[in-house]
């Protein structure tokens, strides 16, 4: 299944998506994974869409890189 729209807006954003905020069909996945190396923080959060089924990790810290599209395998 093709990503739905809301998911495609999340792509190409780049590290400004670390303050972008999940669309209203993404659930968490599991805990916040709170990663920090020297003193930067990645802080991973997975996500799942309801609407097309693409899951993402959502890294907000200063060392996050904002929405990273998962590949799927099916
Ligand atoms: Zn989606």
Redesign the pocket.
Known sequence: MA??N??KALTGLGVSGRKKPPHA?LVPVGELREIAVKGMRADEQDYR?T??G?QWIHETGNAGQGWIAVRRSD
Request: aromatic share 0%; hydrophobic share 20%.
């Open positions: 990503m739905c809301d998911c069909a869409c609407e097309c693409q």
